[in-house]
């Protein structure tokens, strides 16, 4: 028994990919303006991480150099 057999394939697909095929006609602007922000907060979550990731990537070069 593997991981596949214990969880299942998601019916719905890549969240990113759902995102973006979301139809924005329904929205209000006050519903695009919060929509906005939060996908701006995803960003700079995602952008520190990657960040975060490059200096311990860094960090482990050095120490294997060594």
């Known amino acids: 028994m ?11 697909g890549d969240p990113l990919t759902s995102l973006l095929r979301e139809d924005l006609d329904r929205l ?6 919060t929509r906005i922000a939060l996908l701006e907060s995803e960003l700079v979550r995602t952008r520190a991480k990657r960040e ?6 860094s960090a482990a070069d050095e120490l294997f150099k060594r």
Do not use: Q
């Not at 209000?28 to 303006?33: C, F, I, Q, W």
């Open 28 to 33: 209000s602007l006050a519903e695009l303006d």
């Open 2 to 12: 593997d991981l596949d057999d214990i969880m299942p394939a998601r019916k719905d």
């Open 52 to 57: 975060g990731a490059g200096k311990f990537r």
